[in-house]
């Protein structure tokens, strides 16, 4: 990778994709300013991959992706700029900020941005549990996201690990879909604070309950995962499972800011007045500041609080019109006539037994966020290649049985097969199925 390439100066640059940073982006663009946006690896954030929310104001219930792209859009409408990127480095040692970015989309470009200021909303990582067979079966049965996999365990037996609200939420959405759902609870009780969502579990009768239980181990035959060993009460036990799913909290994505900004012992962002850091112009908000309440409405009115912070800094560093910019005008990305949708085993099956080229085959859901993120590069790549790479794509919903036959335990999944239809290569996720699609350019 060669040197950065240098962007030009932003005066206000949010890092992170989620409720805070959209937030703090309608604010800004309302008040002149065109902020740029850098989404990070899960756009949406989090709560992407809560099927149900119930506490946002104004909806009595709402899918969390469908929310988030509301407000995503909202952003969008009054003047943001938001990229498809990652944030690998900053130098907050001097002014301008650098902020030096790596593209989503593949081609792994880097950027140098120079930013007057700066909102940090780059929450947290999901913890695991760092167990023999978690890594070896991940994609394979353990995920830690029932909203995007949970579609693929019907009528299956699942284990749900955890006693907060995020292993209730994962409980009960899975109870709609799988035969059985075990919660394994490492303390003698819940933790969850939801109480109406905690009692209506209780009561549905395919979950179970197991306290003072963790998991020692995820056992699979190679291909999939088939079960996992307990240890309840002091006594070890197996237990045949389908699938794993991880709510055990998380860590903040903080170690970028380690020598930049003061954090405290679990690495949690330290904020000196509201939303301000340890350094003057550069602001955190959501949870990877707040180690308690981590929730989508006071990620949102953290991003408010920062976005007015944020404004009166410039304004007092620039003047009151500095901030005043024209947004570039974003063409969207042409839609691929390259990508074929499978609708039926038949078709597919028909499609891998006369095709003389590779084939590469997105296995997705249309509720997925991942997906969302992959769709645009899996395009691009079928236009670039077409004639040399056959590109299919499989709704997991729609041609369930295609899915279950080949075996896909998480989503997004992509499967690369030879001209005889034979599968020489899988990746589940949007950075493995990123590596393949670019080793498919070196390769054809």
């Known amino acids: 990778m060669g040197a950065a390439e ?154 749900v690990v955890g006693g907060g609200d995020a292993a209730v939420l994962e409980a009960l959405y899975l109870s709609n879909i799988a035969r059985k759902v075990y919660v394994f609870v490492r303390k003698g009780s819940l933790r969850a604070v939801e109480e109406k969502r905690v009692a209506f579990l209780k009561q549905t009768p395919n979950v179970e309950f197991l306290y003072n239980t963790t998991v020692e181990e995820i056992q699979g035959d190679g291909n999939q995962v088939t079960g996992v060993l307990l240890k309840e009460a002091g006594k070890k036990r197996e237990l045949a499972l389908d699938g794993v799913f991880l709510a055990i909290g998380s860590t903040p994505n903080s170690k970028l800011f380690q020598k930049a900004l003061k954090l405290d012992s679990k690495g949690y962002i330290v904020r000196t007045k509201d939303q301000q850091t340890s350094l003057k112009g550069v602001y955190a908000v959501g949870d990877i500041v707040d180690p308690i309440y981590k929730q989508a409405i006071s990620a949102a009115g ?20 500095a901030h005043v910019t024209s947004p570039p005008k974003q063409e969207k990305a042409p839609v691929s006539h390259e990508v074929i949708e499978i609708v039926s085993v038949e078709q597919f099956e028909e499609e891998l037994a006369n095709s003389s080229i590779p084939i590469a085959v997105d296995f997705y859901a249309t509720w997925c966020g991942p997906c969302k993120r ?29 899915s279950n036959s080949y075996n896909v335990r998480a989503m997004p999944t992509m499967i690369l097969f030879d001209a005889s239809g034979a599968e020489t290569e899988r990746g589940v996720g949007p950075v493995p199925i990123t590596q393949m699609l670019k080793q498919l350019h070196v390769d054809q």
């Not at 990652?86 to 002014?95: A, L, T, Y």
């Not at 800094?313 to 003047?319: A, D, F, R, V």
């Not at 056959?390 to 709704?395: A, E, P, Q, S, T």
């Open 6 to 159: 240098v962007a030009r100066t932003e005066p206000i640059v949010i890092l992170g994709g989620g409720i805070g940073a959209l937030t703090s982006a309608i604010y800004l663009g309302r008040a002149g300013f065109s902020p740029l946006v850098i989404e990070g690896r899960l756009p949406g954030g989090l709560l992407t991959q809560s099927h149900l929310v119930q506490n946002w104001p104004g909806e009595m219930e709402i899918n969390g992706l469908e929310l988030t792209e509301k407000i995503r859009a909202q952003a969008e409408a009054n003047g943001a700029q938001l990229i498809s990127a990652e944030v690998i480095g900053v130098d907050f040692s001097k002014r301008p900020l650098i902020i030096t970015t790596r593209s989503l989309d593949g081609s792994e470009e880097t950027l140098n941005i120079r930013a007057e200021s700066c909102i940090i909303a780059m929450g947290t990582e999901p913890n695991y549990l760092h167990v023999p067979g978690e890594k070896e079966f991940w994609g394979k049965g353990v995920t830690n996201c029932a909203v995007c996999d949970g579609s693929l365990y019907k009528d299956q037996v699942v284990g």
């Open 302 to 321: 953290d991003g408010a609080k920062a976005a007015l912070q944020a404004q009166d800094y410039i304004s007092e560093k620039l003047g009151p019109m």
């Open 374 to 402: 992959i769709a645009p590069t899996f395009a691009a790549s079928a236009d670039t290649l077409a004639g040399k790479v056959r590109f299919l794509k499989v709704n997991v919903d729609r041609v369930t049985p295609l």
